[in-house]
């Protein structure tokens, strides 16, 4: 009897936990996209496409451009969601494998660990493509090529800009930096190119950087600290738009004006940016664009067409000046 | 004389006292590294200045660490507040972005109205898992954890979703007398909980439960609704927590609102003196530890540490405060460099003892 009672909760606790991980399981399947079986030759190509996730305003314009191009570029697109886990993108590229879609493409969620998944691919003789995010792989013949920024030249793109801008500075110009999440490849980048840049002017100064995890509560607490320990700052440059428009309110609450007492630049050009530079808040963004889905639509029929492509391409991108971004405010997607 | 040591001694045996010596080495760090670091000036009619800014931006922690302390207390512990607080913040700041006029007063109080009582029912789930099927309370929050990360992104679509709405900014970086209305906020709910605890046999009752369930469930005491309570209470404390994070920045990020605030809500009760254990918890305690842990953050950037150090800088702080605030660890200390007072320190420290 009493043992009868002692095995009442566990068996309850069981009950829960396998009714949680239907609930997940179920999630898991309702946000792919992947149906009927690829690979019937009706002279479409069938590309398999597994997202990272859905964790930023700039992965889900990606997403969305890559779903429109594929409807106009007549590819059958097999669209997955990784829910920024590596598993479920292994998963999901060892099932475009047995589907046998004509092309693999993915936004890795990290850099290591393809090796396997990839070799598997290749005996299969389905061509990958990266895109956005690249893998740490040794042997560069796992995947075709890798499209995608090159956020090298973004920082570089902003620190050009700046160096035009103060030409004519006599004394000293104090930058301030945000960096993104200390040790990824963009905040890395980023950084690099920007100083690259700017040692062209020796006036041009970065006294203070620090990581604001490319979030506006990061942006807005460092940025704080940074207009209280630094009477004067001239610069802002901000490894996104987010972390920029986080230290926009810092700005202000110090008694300063965005844009005239402190010039902002930043990088990705997601809409809320945009709207901060066509209102003369931001000065100058370097865009990093998600709207890769027509090159790589191009990329698919190549390499399904045996074609030789570049080992890297990148993204098509450009700048924005307060009255570029006015312009094409109206048409922003994101 | 003697009267005079043993006086110093029971300051220095004061649980809390480690924890603000460390805290104000740390301000006097800041002040030699930049001497204005403590002024405090008044602007545009309320008070302005780095200090100001540890208070205000401690204020969402300290919510979520008064929470933590009650469900610490019962021997539990609470892994969700990170997500209720994306949850509660994403669902206010939908309702707000769909109002004809974000500024209306009636329509924020709807949208907090709302997004509380949401977050009421998942502290209820919690409590639920725990006091009434008797699932581990790690595991039971966990599953929401984990959930309810995707669910705030699922209230949001994955975008960030920015509103412009006075009346709500004003939680995040109001201010209520020249001092910030986020602090204002904490403390009148610490107040609240406080005398809820303190003044009636709630707190007595809910450290009753931590130190035996089965013993206060046989005195008498309905253990399992205590718990039950203790979780729903978090859960609220983390809905205001997360309107405070949302209204700081004006933007609902249902994926960073709140990331990892439960371990440092954690540390912050741990660094108060509560017992992991439970059965004995501390408010004030906890506050000064939520206090620490925004202090060793702003000081990274106050003092330009680089990022790439600061979080070995942080570690290294946390350390040492729950090294030196361990009675074990100090008379070690003690006894190897004066052999005479070890034994009067050995001799008085269980009734030291303070569990770090």
Same mark, same amino acid.
């Given at each position: 009897?009493?043992?009868?009672?002692?095995?009442?909760?566990?068996?309850?606790?069981?009950?829960?936990?396998?009714?949680?991980?239907?609930?997940?399981?179920?999630?898991?399947?309702?946000? =792919?996209?992947?149906?009927? @079986?690829?690979?019937?030759?009706?002279?479409?190509?069938?590309?398999?496409?597994?997202?990272?996730?859905?964790?930023?305003?700039?992965?889900?314009?990606?997403?969305?451009?890559?779903?429109?191009?594929?409807?106009?570029?007549?590819?059958?697109?097999?669209?997955?969601?990784?829910?920024?886990?590596?598993?479920?993108?292994?998963?999901?590229?060892?099932?475009?494998?047995?589907?046998?879609?004509?092309?693999?493409?993915?936004?890795?969620?990290?850099?290591?660990?393809?090796?396997?998944?990839?070799?598997?691919?290749?005996?299969?003789?389905?061509?990958?493509?990266?895109?956005?995010?690249?893998?740490?792989?040794?042997?560069?013949?796992?995947?075709?090529?890798?499209?995608?920024?090159?956020?090298?030249?973004?920082?570089?793109?902003?620190?050009?800009?700046?160096?035009?801008?103060?030409?004519?500075?006599?004394?000293?110009?104090?930058?301030?930096?945000?960096?993104?999440?200390?040790? =990824?490849?963009?905040?890395?980048?980023?950084?690099?190119?920007?100083?690259?840049?700017?040692?062209?002017?020796?006036?041009?100064?970065?006294?203070?950087?620090?990581?604001?995890?490319?979030?506006?509560?990061?942006?807005?607490?460092?940025?704080?600290?940074?207009?209280?320990?630094?009477?004067?700052?001239?610069?802002?440059?901000?490894?996104?738009?987010?972390?920029?428009?986080?230290?926009?309110?810092?700005?202000?609450?110090?008694?300063?004006?965005?844009?005239?007492?402190?010039?902002?630049?930043?990088?990705?050009?997601?809409?809320? @940016?945009?709207?901060?530079?066509?209102?003369?808040?931001?000065?100058?963004?370097?865009?990093?664009?998600?709207?890769? @889905?027509?090159?790589?639509?191009?990329?698919?029929?190549?390499?399904?067409?045996?074609?030789?492509?570049?080992?890297?391409?990148?993204?098509?991108?450009?700048?924005?000046?307060?009255?570029?971004?006015?312009?094409?405010?109206?048409?922003?997607? *994101? | 004389?003697?009267?005079?040591?043993?006086?110093?001694?029971?300051?220095?045996?004061?649980?809390?006292?480690?924890?603000?010596?460390?805290?104000?080495?740390?301000?006097?760090?800041?002040?030699?590294?930049?001497?204005?670091?403590?002024?405090?000036?008044?602007?545009?009619?309320?008070?302005?200045?780095?200090?100001?800014?540890?208070?205000?931006?401690?204020?969402?922690?300290?919510?979520?660490?008064?929470?933590?302390?009650?469900?610490?207390?019962?021997?539990?512990?609470?892994?969700?507040?990170?997500?209720?607080?994306?949850?509660?913040?994403?669902?206010?700041?939908?309702?707000?972005?769909?109002?004809?006029?974000?500024?209306?007063?009636?329509?924020?109080?709807?949208?907090?109205?709302?997004?509380?009582?949401?977050?009421?029912?998942?502290?209820?789930?919690?409590?639920?898992?725990?006091?009434?099927?008797?699932?581990?309370?790690?595991?039971?929050?966990?599953?929401?954890?984990?959930?309810?990360?995707?669910?705030?992104?699922?209230?949001?679509?994955?975008?960030?979703?920015?509103?412009?709405?006075?009346? *709500?900014?004003?939680?995040?970086?109001?201010?209520?007398?020249?001092?910030?209305?986020?602090?204002?906020?904490?403390?009148?709910?610490?107040?609240?909980?406080?005398?809820?605890?303190?003044?009636?046999?709630?707190?007595?009752?809910?450290?009753?439960?931590?130190?035996?369930?089965?013993?206060?469930?046989?005195? @008498?005491?309905?253990?399992?609704?205590?718990?039950?309570?203790? *979780?729903?209470?978090?859960?609220?404390?983390?809905?205001?927590?997360?309107?405070?994070?949302?209204?700081?920045?004006?933007?609902?990020?249902?994926?960073?609102?709140?990331?990892?605030?439960?371990?440092?809500?954690?540390?912050?009760?741990?660094?108060?003196?509560?017992?992991?254990?439970?059965?004995?918890?501390?408010?004030?305690?906890?506050?000064?530890?939520?206090?620490?842990?925004?202090?060793?953050?702003?000081?990274? *950037?106050?003092?330009?540490? =680089?990022?790439?150090?600061?979080?070995?800088?942080?570690?290294?702080?946390?350390?040492?405060?729950?090294?030196?605030?361990?009675?074990?660890?100090?008379?070690?200390?003690?006894?190897?460099?004066?052999?005479?007072?070890?034994?009067?320190?050995?001799?008085?420290?269980?009734?030291?003892?303070?569990?770090?």
């Amino acid at each position: 009897m009493k043992r009868m009672r002692d095995h009442l909760p566990s068996r309850r606790i069981i009950a829960v936990l396998a009714a949680a991980l239907l609930a997940t399981g179920t999630a898991a399947c309702g946000n =792919s996209d992947t149906g009927d @079986g690829g690979g019937k030759d009706d002279g479409k190509i069938t590309l398999g496409f597994s997202q990272v996730g859905a964790e930023s305003g700039w992965r889900t314009a990606n997403t969305t451009s890559i779903k429109e191009s594929a409807a106009a570029a007549g590819v059958d697109l097999k669209f997955d969601d990784a829910q920024q886990k590596q598993e479920n993108q292994i998963k999901a590229i060892r099932n475009f494998i047995q589907q046998k879609v004509d092309v693999i493409a993915f936004s890795p969620v990290v850099e290591s660990g393809w090796d396997t998944v990839l070799k598997e691919a290749k005996d299969a003789k389905i061509p990958v493509i990266l895109t956005d995010r690249s893998v740490d792989s040794a042997d560069k013949s796992l995947y075709k090529t890798f499209l995608g920024s090159d956020f090298v030249k973004e920082g570089r793109l902003a620190g050009e800009w700046l160096v035009e801008q103060k030409k004519g500075a006599t004394g000293p110009v104090n930058i301030v930096e945000l960096q993104g999440t200390t040790g =990824s490849a963009p905040a890395n980048d980023r950084k690099k190119g920007f100083a690259e840049a700017i040692a062209a002017n020796p006036n041009l100064k970065i006294i203070a950087s620090q990581s604001g995890d490319f979030t506006r509560a990061g942006g807005k607490q460092v940025m704080e600290q940074f207009l209280k320990a630094n009477p004067k700052i001239d610069v802002l440059f901000a490894h996104n738009d987010d972390m920029g428009l986080g230290a926009l309110e810092a700005i202000t609450a110090a008694g300063k004006v965005p844009g005239k007492d402190i010039t902002i630049i930043t990088v990705d050009a997601v809409k809320d @940016g945009m709207q901060a530079l066509a209102d003369g808040r931001f000065n100058f963004i370097a865009e990093c664009s998600p709207l890769l @889905g027509p090159q790589l639509m191009d990329l698919a029929k190549k390499v399904h067409n045996g074609e030789e492509v570049p080992a890297r391409i990148e993204t098509q991108e450009t700048t924005f000046t307060q009255e570029q971004a006015k312009a094409a405010l109206p048409e922003r997607k *994101y | 004389m003697n009267s005079d040591r043993s006086g110093a001694r029971a300051l220095t045996g004061h649980r809390l006292f480690w924890p603000v010596v460390v805290l104000v080495v740390l301000l006097a760090a800041n002040t030699i590294y930049r001497p204005g670091f403590l002024s405090v000036q008044l602007r545009d009619g309320h008070l302005y200045g780095s200090v100001v800014d540890i208070v205000r931006l401690s204020a969402p922690l300290i919510l979520v660490a008064l929470g933590m302390t009650l469900v610490i207390a019962t021997g539990g512990i609470d892994l969700s507040v990170g997500s209720i607080c994306a949850i509660s913040g994403a669902i206010a700041c939908l309702y707000i972005s769909r109002q004809p006029d974000q500024n209306s007063l009636g329509g924020v109080l709807t949208a907090l109205a709302l997004a509380l009582g949401v977050a009421l029912v998942l502290g209820a789930w919690n409590g639920v898992l725990v006091a009434v099927i008797g699932i581990q309370p790690i595991i039971a929050t966990l599953i929401l954890m984990v959930a309810g990360r995707g669910l705030a992104q699922l209230v949001t679509e994955g975008q960030i979703l920015t509103i412009n709405s006075e009346p *709500y900014k004003a939680i995040g970086v109001g201010h209520l007398l020249t001092l910030p209305l986020a602090i204002v906020i904490a403390l009148a709910v610490a107040l609240l909980i406080a005398a809820v605890t303190r003044r009636t046999a709630l707190g007595l009752i809910v450290e009753s439960v931590g130190g035996n369930a089965r013993a206060s469930r046989l005195a @008498g005491i309905r253990s399992a609704r205590i718990t039950f309570l203790v *979780y729903v209470i978090s859960a609220a404390c983390a809905a205001v927590a997360g309107f405070m994070m949302t209204a700081n920045v004006s933007s609902a990020d249902g994926n960073a609102a709140g990331l990892w605030v439960e371990l440092d809500a954690i540390l912050a009760v741990v660094i108060g003196g509560t017992s992991l254990a439970g059965g004995r918890f501390s408010l004030g305690g906890t506050i000064l530890g939520a206090l620490l842990i925004q202090t060793l953050t702003t000081t990274v *950037y106050a003092m330009n540490i =680089s990022p790439q150090t600061s979080l070995l800088f942080k570690a290294v702080v946390v350390i040492a405060v729950c090294l030196v605030q361990a009675p074990g660890f100090r008379a070690r200390f003690v006894r190897r460099r004066a052999p005479a007072v070890a034994a009067v320190t050995a001799g008085e420290q269980p009734k030291e003892q303070v569990p770090a």
